[in-house]
């Protein structure tokens, strides 16, 4: 298994997890990115101010880790242009179908015992198991 990082992925996790219980306990708001996203882009109203800081916290931190680190965070795409293109309008409409994304239902969601989010997350889940499948043993990419 190549990057298996488990100390950082625990840290890393336990951080987004104090991150959304704050912001549930202190606005009562969910963590999930496309409903930050959406209503900063939907409608002008007077919760602006924390959207527009969460969306500044989510890049302050990746300009963080450049600065600490030196090099920026290293992604290697695994398919081209077209295909992250389809990719990411796939994963737009399912986020407006599944009435949110994976950062809302299964981080925020689960840890509110929602039925929704724990469905939503099990679908997320076995619908990435058979692409992945599909893709790597049917497909042979």
């Known amino acids: ?5 488990p100390v950082s992925g625990f840290f890393g ?10 912001l549930l306990w202190a606005a009562g708001r969910i963590a999930g990115i496309s409903g930050i996203v959406g209503g900063l ?3 002008p109203s007077g919760d602006t101010p924390w ?3 969460f969306i500044a916290g989510l890049l302050i931190g990746g300009a963080l880790y450049m600065a600490a680190t030196g090099r ?3 992604v290697e795409l695994q398919a081209g242009w077209p295909m992250m293109i389809v990719a990411g309008l796939l994963v737009g409409f399912g986020t407006r179908m599944g009435g949110g994304c994976t950062s809302g239902h299964g981080v925020c969601g689960i840890g509110r015992l929602s039925t929704r989010s724990i469905v939503a997350t099990v679908t997320f889940m076995a619908v990435a198991v ?3 499948f599909v893709v ?3 497909l042979g990419s």
């Open 72 to 74: 920026p965070f290293a």
């Open 136 to 138: 790597r043993h049917l």
């Open 130 to 132: 058979a692409t992945v």
């Open 13 to 22: 996790g336990l951080l987004i997890g104090i991150a959304s219980v704050l």
């Open 1 to 5: 298994m190549e990057n298996f990082t």
């Open 51 to 53: 959207r527009v800081a």
């Open 41 to 43: 882009l939907a409608r």
